[in-house]
């Protein structure tokens, strides 16, 4: 079904994770340390990534940071840090979802089977505002005619809000159609997606409007 990278130092919980993945029908692709993984990626499309954090050599923050740069595959990353600034900083550097180990296979497995569904369900229509164009079938987006890089999450906010012009939604109402009613982080994932997407934007960004005490909406220029 899909192509799986998963990026984790520890033979035995790489071939729990390889296990698991192929009884779901994906082809699953491994890699020891991050160097591995980018070289990996760079002669490999992928189409889902799972990526350990703590790994010799290249760290896996670093590792979704210049894949980001290669890549919009959805990134799944695994961390035995629980706390909240560890899992931002992931998603700052490009991770779509997380999970903390220890962790069942059963879930990561359905996990990544959500994000892949998610990215390969969009409409074929292009959608236009202002200088913004989204290609849904390719999950491209341009800017001015100039293509831009996005993480996973960071394309569907953009999609979401662009299907649904100035209509408001809250940060929980973005955070259930965005990550799921299972998504175990807060409503700081939301403004910090919205920041870097905004960021990469940049001047259109400002179609993204806050509203105080109420959450967001996509403001069509007139």
């Avoid at 491994?30 to 993984?37: E, I, N, R, S």
């Avoid at 799944?76 to 560890?86: G, P, R, V």
């Avoid at 390969?120 to 989204?134: E, F, L, M």
């Avoid at 955070?175 to 934007?201: A, C, P, S």
């Amino acid at each position: 079904m899909a192509k799986i990278l998963i990026v984790e130092d520890e033979k035995n919980m790489q071939d729990i994770i390889a296990e698991y993945m192929k009884k779901g029908g994906h082809t699953c692709f491994t890699a020891d340390d991050g160097v591995d993984a980018l070289m990996v990626l760079k002669n490999n499309p992928m189409d889902l990534m799972i990526l350990d954090i703590m790994m010799p050599h290249l760290d896996g923050f670093s590792v979704c940071k210049m894949a980001r740069e290669m890549s919009s595959l959805p990134i799944i990353i695994l961390t035995a840090k629980s706390d909240e600034e560890n899992k931002l900083k992931g998603y700052e550097y490009g991770a779509d979802d997380y999970m903390t180990k220890p962790f069942s296979p059963k879930i990561l497995l359905a996990k990544a089977n959500a994000l892949l569904r998610r990215f390969s369900a969009s409409p074929a229509d292009a959608i236009h505002a202002g200088k913004i164009t989204i290609l849904p079938a390719a999950h491209q987006v341009f800017l001015d005619g100039r293509e831009i890089s996005l993480t996973y999450k960071e394309y569907e906010l953009l999609h979401f809000f662009m299907a649904n012009p100035e209509q408001v939604f809250s940060r929980e109402q973005l955070l259930n159609r965005i990550w799921g009613y299972d998504f175990e982080g807060n409503m700081r994932t939301v403004d910090t997606h919205i920041k870097t997407l905004r960021q990469k934007l940049g001047g259109e960004g400002k179609c993204i409007v806050t509203l105080i005490r109420s959450g967001y909406k996509f403001e069509v220029a007139k």
